[in-house]
């Protein structure tokens, strides 16, 4: 699976962005996928979680209740909705895909990776 993340651009505080991670291949549907983010100067951390089917989220305490995510299997592509955006979520979006699923949002291993978006929100 290739994965191709998109949608990134500026904004400011209070706006909205939607981040595309379009995947190549038949297997997108048997992976369960990842939006995570890495500022300048800090660790990568982990922003949502989707399972393959859809029905299972999983969010970073800081975006709950400003992100959604969401995917098309039809499609191949996984969404990440961002609203009510602040500066601290200035950072670089990488979309990942994972067979196994967990409920561990650290030291997750993935089987692939997409490259960042950069998302640049201003005050």
């Known amino acids: 699976v290739q994965l191709q993340a998109s949608g990134g651009g500026s904004v400011q505080a209070g706006g909205s962005l939607r981040l595309s991670c379009a995947a190549s291949?038949?297997?997108?549907?048997?992976?369960?996928m990842d939006w995570l983010r890495q500022a300048p100067g800090k660790e990568r951390e982990f922003v949502a979680r989707i399972s393959w089917t859809g029905v299972t989220t999983l969010y970073a305490d800081s975006v709950k209740g400003r992100f959604t995510i969401s995917r098309d299997n039809v499609r191949n592509t996984l969404y990440l909705q961002m609203n009510s955006l602040e500066p601290e979520d200035t950072a670089d979006y990488y979309c990942?895909?994972?067979?196994?699923?967990?409920?561990?949002?650290?030291?997750?291993?993935?089987?692939?990776w997409g490259q960042g978006t950069l998302v640049t929100v201003s005050s």
């Open positions: 291949g038949r297997t997108f549907g048997s992976y369960n």
């Open positions: 990942a895909a994972a067979r196994k699923w967990t409920t561990d949002t650290s030291g997750r291993e993935y089987d692939y």
